[in-house]
C-alpha cells in the first residue's frame, strides 16, 4: 500500500497567517492526490483535486502543488472558517490511502 | 446537488452482523463509482470499499476484507454495505462517498457504528 506521510499533525496559527501542509508519499503517485477540510462532526469537503486544481466554489486562498512524492496545501490567510482538520488522499493505486490529518487550531 | 443520506447505524454487539444503506440523488448514480469510508472516534479517515460504476468491480480495505461487501442497486439509486463478523475496532462513523475521476468529490453526512457488549 501507498504510505501518506502529513506533517505537521496539528499547527497553531492567527487569522491572517500563511499556512503550509505537507503530503509525502511512499511512491510516485503522479498527481493522484486530493486534499479535504474536516470541521468537527461535519463529512469531510473537497478543497482540491489532481493536487492543484481548486474544486468549484472553494475560496482561491486556497491553493495546491505538487507532483511525484511532495504536496504541498497552503492556505495564503488564514480566516476564522479555516480553523478545522486537513487530509490528503491519494487515488493512485488500491487502496486509497489519506494522510493521518493536520489539526489547524486558533493561536 | 449531490445528495448521499446513510442510514443502517447503531450499536451491535460483537460478532454480530449489520448493513448500512446509502441513498443518493442530485447525479446519474449508474454512471459514478462509490465508496465507503470510516472515521474511528477522534480518528483519522480509513478508506472501506469501493465499487465500480456498474457493480462489476470491487475493492476492499485490508482491515475489512472478507468481512464486508460493498454493493449497489442502480434501480433504486443506493449503495450498501454489509458488515459481518464486526468487532469492537469496526466502531465508527461510516460515510458514503461519490467519486469522479476515481477520486472522492461529496460525501455523505455518515451514520455511526457502535460495536459493543
Known amino acids: 500500500d501507498i504510505q501518506m506521510t502529513q506533517s505537521p499533525s496539528s499547527l497553531s496559527a492567527s487569522v491572517g497567517d500563511r499556512v503550509t501542509i505537507t503530503c509525502r508519499a511512499s511512491q510516485d503517485i503522479r498527481n493522484d492526490l486530493g486534499w479535504y477540510q474536516q470541521k468537527p462532526g461535519k463529512a469531510p469537503k473537497r478543497l482540491i483535486y489532481?493536487?492543484?486544481s481548486l474544486q468549484s466554489g472553494v475560496p482561491s486562498r486556497f491553493s495546491g502543488s505538487g507532483f511525484g512524492t511532495e504536496f504541498t496545501l497552503t492556505i495564503s490567510s488564514l480566516q476564522p472558517e479555516d480553523f478545522a482538520t486537513y487530509y490528503c488522499l491519494q487515488h493512485n493505486k488500491y487502496p486509497p490511502t489519506f494522510g493521518q490529518g493536520t489539526k489547524v487550531e486558533i493561536q | 446537488q449531490v445528495r448521499l443520506v446513510e442510514s443502517g447505524g447503531g450499536v451491535v454487539q460483537p460478532g454480530t452482523s449489520l448493513r448500512l444503506s446509502c441513498a443518493a440523488s442530485g447525479f446519474t448514480f449508474r454512471t459514478y463509482g462509490m465508496h465507503w469510508v470510516r472515521q474511528a472516534p477522534g480518528k483519522g479517515l480509513e478508506w472501506v470499499a469501493h465499487?465500480?460504476?456498474?457493480?462489476?468491480?470491487?475493492y476492499y480495505g485490508n482491515s475489512v476484507k472478507g468481512r464486508f461487501t460493498i454493493s449497489r442497486d442502480n434501480s433504486k439509486n443506493t449503495l450498501y454495505l454489509q458488515m459481518n463478523s464486526l468487532t469492537t475496532e469496526d466502531t465508527a462513523v461510516y460515510y458514503c462517498?461519490?467519486?469522479?475521476?476515481?477520486?472522492?468529490?461529496?460525501w455523505g453526512q455518515g451514520t455511526l457504528v457502535t460495536v459493543s457488549s
Open positions: 462517498a461519490k467519486e469522479v475521476l476515481q477520486l472522492i468529490d461529496h
Open positions: 489532481a493536487a492543484s
Open positions: 465499487i465500480s460504476y456498474d457493480g462489476r468491480n470491487k
